[in-house]
C-alpha cells in the first residue's frame, strides 16, 4: 500500500479548504488519534455492521442485492451477511444502502449527516482492495467521518431547507478523503478527488413526500463515487481545486440565495478536537428528529394511568427545521404509506409509542403500520414549533397529551438520547448489535464480527473482519 505523502507537495493550494482536508488526511496518524476516538469509532463501526445484517431481512434489501448483482455480475468484495461478492464499487454501493437502509444508523448531530453508512462501506471495499491494517482502516474512517461532519455542519441546516440531503451530498467527499487515505493518494490527487466528487455528489429529499426508497441508497452512492473519484485522480484525472467555496463550489451551488455557511467549520480544530463524539448512536428505528417523542410519549405512558379512549388530542413541540422533515405535509405524515415513510412521521412515533408501549424494529411491520388505534391517535396529533429547542445542536422534544377529563400531560426531553449529552453506553451499543445481528444469524456468528471489529486497531489485517462480514 502507498504510504501517505505530506502536504508540502507542490500543486497543493494551502488556502483551499480542499487542500486543507487533503493536508489532515494525509498527515494524522491512528497514534495520534485519542484512544477515546479510537474505542468510539469501534462501536460505531460494530453498530453499522449489525445494522448492514438486520437489513437482510428486510424486502428493500433483497430488490437492491438481486439488481445490482445482476448488473454487476461476480466480483471479490462481499455483502454484509451474505454469501455474494461483487465488484468494489458494487459492493460498497449494497454495503452502504444496507447500513442505512433502516434508518437506524448514527447520526452527526450539528450536520444532520449519517457519515457513517458512506465511511464504513468505502474504507471496507478499498482495504480489503489494499492489504489494510486495522488501524489503516480505522483511520481512514475517522477521516471520512471527520471531514464529512464538518463540512455537513458549515450549511447550518441549509442543505435540507432547499431539499437535499446531507448524507448522499456531503457524505460522497468524507467517503472520498476516506478513500483516498486508504489508496495513498498524495495530497494533490485527494486534492483532485474532491473537486471531481462536486459533480457526482447527490441527495434529494423528495422521498419525504410518499416513503420512497431512494434515501437509503444515498450513502451506498457516496461511497461508490467517492472509490471512483479516488480512482480517476491517481491516474491523473484534474479536478477543479475550490470545491467547496468556489463561485460554483458545493455551498454556493447547493444553498438558498443569501444563506451564508460558515466555512471556517469544514477545517475547525481538524486533529485536536474531534467530531467522532458528537455522533449520536440511535435508540430508535427511525430519523433522529423524532427519537425524542418515542422517549416522551413512552415516558407518558409509563407515568400515568389512562385509555386510549380518554385521549382528546397529543401535541408535538419540535424545532425549526425539523419540523419540514418529520411533520409536513401533516395530511402525509398522519397516514403514512409504508413502514419507511412512518419512520419520518412524528405523528406516527407518538402515536405508536402510545398505542405500543415500544418502538422497535416490530413497530415497522404491517401490524403496527396498520394498527387502526394508531391510526386513530395519528389523526388527533398536531404540531407546533417550540422556541425552546436546542436544534441543531441537539434534537429535542415534547409531547403534550391532552386527555378528556381536561388534565394536561406531559413530557419533554431537552436533549436526544445517543447524542454526545446522553451518549449510549459501549454495553447498550453492544447489545443494540447483538439485537440487530441476532435477527438474523446465531449469536456465535455475531460473536465473532464484534470480536473482530473490537479488536482492529491490534489487527496487522482485514482478514478476520472481511472473514466475519461474509460469513455472519
Known amino acids: 500500500m502507498n504510504a501517505p505523502t505530506k502536504a508540502t507537495e507542490i500543486g497543493v493550494e494551502s488556502?483551499?479548504?480542499?487542500?486543507?482536508?487533503a493536508a489532515f488526511a494525509s498527515d494524522i496518524q491512528l497514534k495520534d488519534v485519542p484512544a477515546q476516538v479510537v474505542e468510539r469509532a469501534k462501536l460505531h463501526i460494530?453498530?453499522?455492521?449489525?445494522?448492514?445484517?438486520?437489513?437482510?431481512?428486510?424486502?428493500?434489501?433483497?430488490?437492491t442485492i438481486n439488481a445490482v448483482s445482476g448488473l454487476a455480475g461476480n466480483g471479490d468484495f462481499p455483502l454484509i451477511g451474505t454469501p455474494i461478492r461483487l465488484p468494489i464499487r458494487d459492493a460498497a454501493f449494497v454495503n452502504g444502502t444496507l447500513i442505512h437502509g433502516l434508518d437506524f444508523d448514527d447520526t452527526h448531530s450539528g450536520g444532520v449527516i449519517h457519515a457513517s453508512a458512506s465511511a464504513l462501506p468505502t474504507v471496507i471495499a478499498l482495504g480489503q482492495r489494499e492489504g489494510s491494517s486495522g488501524s489503516d482502516l480505522l483511520m481512514a474512517y475517522l477521516i471520512g467521518v471527520e471531514s464529512a461532519s464538518r463540512i455537513a455542519t458549515a450549511a447550518n441546516g441549509g442543505f435540507h431547507r432547499v431539499g437535499f440531503h446531507p448524507t448522499g451530498l456531503v457524505g460522497a467527499f468524507g467517503a472520498t478523503l476516506a478513500a483516498a487515505r486508504i489508496a495513498g493518494l498524495t495530497p494533490s490527487q485527494m486534492e483532485h478527488a474532491q473537486g471531481v466528487t462536486l459533480s457526482m455528489a447527490a441527495g434529494s429529499l423528495e422521498f419525504l413526500q410518499d416513503g420512497a426508497w431512494t434515501k437509503r441508497m444515498h450513502p451506498g452512492f457516496a461511497a461508490a463515487n467517492g472509490i471512483l473519484a479516488c480512482t480517476l485522480a491517481r491516474n491523473g484525472f484534474i479536478g477543479p481545486k475550490k470545491t467547496y467555496e468556489g463561485r460554483y463550489g458545493l455551498f454556493a451551488s447547493h444553498l438558498a440565495q443569501g444563506q451564508q455557511p460558515d466555512l471556517s467549520l469544514c477545517t475547525k480544530d481538524l486533529g485536536s478536537t474531534w467530531e467522532m463524539l458528537n455522533v449520536a448512536i440511535k435508540p430508535y428505528a427511525a430519523c433522529h428528529f423524532n427519537h425524542a417523542f418515542a422517549d416522551a410519549a413512552l415516558e407518558i405512558r409509563k407515568k400515568h394511568r389512562f385509555e386510549l379512549s380518554d385521549i382528546e388530542s397529543n401535541k408535538a413541540l419540535i424545532g425549526d427545521g425539523p419540523d419540514k422533515v418529520v411533520?409536513?405535509?401533516?395530511?402525509?405524515?398522519?397516514?403514512?404509506?409504508?413502514?419507511?415513510?412512518?419512520q419520518f412521521s412524528t405523528h406516527y412515533t407518538i402515536a405508536t409509542a402510545l398505542v405500543r408501549g415500544r418502538y422497535t424494529l416490530a413497530e415497522l411491520e404491517d401490524d403496527a403500520l396498520n394498527d387502526p388505534r394508531a391510526a386513530a391517535l395519528m389523526q388527533k396529533t398536531t404540531y407546533a414549533i417550540d422556541p425552546e429547542s436546542a436544534y441543531p445542536r441537539y434534537y429535542s422534544g415534547e409531547v403534550i397529551v391532552k386527555l378528556k377529563d381536561g388534565r394536561e400531560l406531559r413530557h419533554r426531553e431537552a436533549q436526544n438520547r445517543g447524542s454526545d449529552a446522553r451518549p449510549l453506553t459501549a454495553d447498550e451499543i453492544i447489545a443494540k448489535f447483538r439485537g440487530n445481528a441476532e435477527r438474523v444469524v446465531s449469536a456465535g456468528r455475531a460473536q465473532r464480527l464484534a470480536d473482530a471489529v473490537l479488536s482492529l486497531d491490534?489487527?496487522?489485517?482485514?482478514?478476520?473482519?472481511?472473514?466475519?462480514?461474509?460469513?455472519?
Open 15 to 21: 488556502g483551499s479548504i480542499a487542500a486543507q482536508l
Open 46 to 63: 460494530l453498530d453499522c455492521l449489525g445494522i448492514g445484517l438486520a437489513s437482510t431481512g428486510f424486502d428493500f434489501a433483497q430488490r
Open 327 to 342: 411533520c409536513e405535509p401533516e395530511a402525509n405524515k398522519r397516514k403514512p404509506q409504508n413502514s419507511y415513510d412512518a
Open 458 to 472: 491490534h489487527a496487522e489485517t482485514l482478514d478476520a473482519l472481511i472473514k466475519a462480514v461474509r460469513s455472519a
